[in-house]
């Protein structure tokens, strides 16, 4: 459900039981290079997230996966004990390798432990929502979530999440998660140049499923487009204003956490969320990446 909010754009959405702001903020880019920790700027990386918080953001998406280990243990180190009102959401389902790559790790026991480890770095009794995180870094692969999924919700009777998701999942993989407990967002990569989960996230809306695209500004490669930088001079924005706009607009129940390690950045995006879109210029917008 989609509420007005006094002080973010886009106002709140309800996950479950669990009412964040639309405009969140995704931990990740607080690792440090190549999302391998510790970061060089640890004070900054503290006062990115106290800062999340004074400006009203309930919505902290993070995994034990980042640094790994180290972005959970700055939330918990800047913000602990939380605000009653914030909700951290994590992911399993993969882990780090010495060359910092992201290989699957979705057997029963990988995450039983992942979820103990979240538990323990962010010094929490349950987990308010995790996403089980399926494919490989090039995105989604087809096949069945049902083990480790079933493992989750097992999880989930036991007290130790409140709420499940699902992450870079297919459109099939979505349904058959359904099928085994009820799951509140899915978190796919979608920005306004890769659109392709648009019916997915029609569905999701009619579902009163949230959708939470990952990389909404592009991630390590900044979205770039023609009409973006067109529309954005006209406006008078930057192009990172236009892009997150869009996304709030685009559909209710879509969430932001664009990343960033800067205090300055997040203050310049929590405004820029709010820019207004003329209709000519979503009509424009919407032709970027079909
Ligand atoms: N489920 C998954 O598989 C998955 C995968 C990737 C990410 N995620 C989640 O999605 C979140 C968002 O993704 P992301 O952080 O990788 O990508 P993003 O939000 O699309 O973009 C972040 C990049 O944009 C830059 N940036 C942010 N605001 C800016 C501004 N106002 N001006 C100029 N540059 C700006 C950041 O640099 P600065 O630090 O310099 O601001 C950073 O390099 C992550 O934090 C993570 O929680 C999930």
Redo the contacts with the bound molecule.
Sequence with gaps: MNTPSASLPGGTWTLGDLTVTRFGY????LAGPGVMGPPADHDGALAVLREAVRLGITHI???GAYGPRITNRLIREALHPYPDALHIVT?VGAVRDERGGWPPARRPDDLRRAVHENLEDLGLDALDLV?L?LGNAQGPLPGSLAEPFETLAELQQQGLIRHLGV??ATADQVDEAQRIAPIVCV?NMY?LAYRQDDDLIDDLAAKNIAYVP???????S?VQSTELSSVAARLDA?P?SVALAWLLRRSPNILL??????VA?LR??AAGAGLPLPEEVLAELDRVGR
């Design positions: 995704g931990a990740m880019q998406d993070n995994a992911k996403n995180r992450s870079n978190q920005n990952f990389f909404p500004l592009g991630g390590f900044p930057t990172m956490i664009p990343g960033t390690s800067s950045h310049e995006n």
